[in-house]
């Protein structure tokens, strides 16, 4: 299994070199956990105006097979994106629950 997360640290809603994952160190306050957060928002924003496109164009019996592969290639980024933020979101929450049963650490 792959392990998206170390304790204590949010996985950021983007990648580093290499595609790499890039983690936050902090108390969830500070500057970049807030741009974090903007580009989640934005993510998760973008996700719901491609299934708006996805609905028309499957709809539309004239579609290409260039514009089907081409929405496919961005539902595969966009699906990516959410599944990163999904992941970040849920070992947060974890870590809060650990925290909350274990209040002396």
Do not use: F
């Not at 983690?23 to 974090?36: C, K, N, T």
């Not at 580009?39 to 105006?49: H, I, K, N, W």
């Amino acid at each position: 299994m792959i392990r998206h997360t170390t304790d204590g640290a949010r996985l950021l809603p983007w990648t580093g070199v290499e595609g790499k994952p890039c983690y936050l160190v902090g108390d969830g306050e500070g500057y970049v956990s807030r741009i974090a957060d903007n580009v989640e928002s934005v993510q998760l924003g973008m996700a719901v105006d491609l299934l708006g496109h996805v609905e028309d164009l499957l709809g539309d019996r004239s579609a290409t097979p260039e514009q089907l592969r081409y929405i496919v290639a961005r539902l595969a980024e966009s699906l990516r994106e959410v599944h990163r933020v999904a992941w970040s979101r849920g070992a947060r929450l974890v870590a809060v629950a650990v925290r909350a049963e274990h209040p002396e650490q």
